[in-house]
């Protein structure tokens, strides 16, 4: 079951940019792939495009089954069906973990309170900060932040998860925590796009990496393919 699939994708940005030529990827239900590429080579703008967070030039993108660039879609309610992890964790810094947890679930998708509640306190205990539900995210360090980020986007029980560079704006020593987070995801049987420079992870978690450079997606392969050349 195909769960993304972009085709011919072009995307030139107001000053003239050309991120993304002719991109076309399908991506089925429980595949995780990963992007890889040198910077400024389009992996961002793809994943953003995913998401409707950012218009096309020209080309198709659907996602569940919907045409995510056109006029007449709900982007409202298939925001909520995509999760969007980013680099910068972008947690509310006056709301605590739990608050940030539970805010889109009672606005967006009107859960009553106390589900919400509870559903925030799973969510945290999966991700292992079960213990953190009253702190403010600046008391907390990256990684944990990165976590919570994580655990709020899954609080809308999205069918795909989307990641851009979710570990490069963390210590080293915090790379791991979050890692092993996606990891247990993938395992799951989420489906997951990730922009990484993690080759580890690429290697050991993705069902495809997909090599981007100069706006073209220019290699797809399996990892140990991709890695090993065998
Ligand atoms: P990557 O994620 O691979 O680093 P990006 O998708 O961020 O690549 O960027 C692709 C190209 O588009 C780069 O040349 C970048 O400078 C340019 N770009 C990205 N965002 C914008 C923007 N908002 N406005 C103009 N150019 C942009
Ligand atoms: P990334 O980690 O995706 O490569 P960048 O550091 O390239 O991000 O860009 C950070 C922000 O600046 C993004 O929101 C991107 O869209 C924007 N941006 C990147 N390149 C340009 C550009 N040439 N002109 C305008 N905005 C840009």
Redesign the pocket.
């Known amino acids: 079951e195909v769960l993304i699939e972009a085709r011919g994708v072009c995307k030139t940005?107001g000053?003239g940019?050309a991120a993304l030529d002719e991109v076309s990827l399908t991506v089925a239900r429980g595949e995780v792939v990963c992007i890889v590429g040198p910077?400024?080579s389009g992996?961002?703008?793809l994943l953003r495009t995913l998401n409707a967070m950012e218009p096309i030039s020209a080309g198709e993108i659907r996602v569940l089954g919907e045409a995510v660039h056109d006029r007449r879609t709900n982007l409202n309610r298939l925001r909520t069906r995509v999760g969007m992890v980013f680099?910068a964790f972008n947690l509310f810094p006056h709301r605590t973990v739990l608050q940030n947890l539970m805010l889109a679930p009672r606005i967006v998708g009107g859960v009553a309170d106390a589900q919400a509640r509870e559903q925030a306190l799973r969510l945290l205990d999966k991700v292992g900060l079960g213990d953190k539900h009253d702190q403010y995210p600046g008391q907390l360090s990256g990684g944990q932040q990165q976590r919570v980020a994580i655990a709020r986007a899954l609080a809308m029980n999205p069918q795909i998860m989307l990641f851009?560079?979710p570990t490069?704006a963390l210590d080293p020593e915090k790379v791991g925590e979050v890692l092993d987070v996606m990891k247990a995801l993938a395992a799951e049987g989420m489906t997951m796009c990730v922009v990484t420079h993690e080759m580890g992870f690429a290697r050991a978690v993705a069902s495809r990496v997909v090599f981007m450079d100069a706006g073209r997606i220019c290699h797809v392969d399996e990892p140990q393919r991709f890695f090993d050349g065998s």
């Open positions: 940005y000053n940019v910077s400024g992996k961002s703008t680099q851009d560079e490069s």
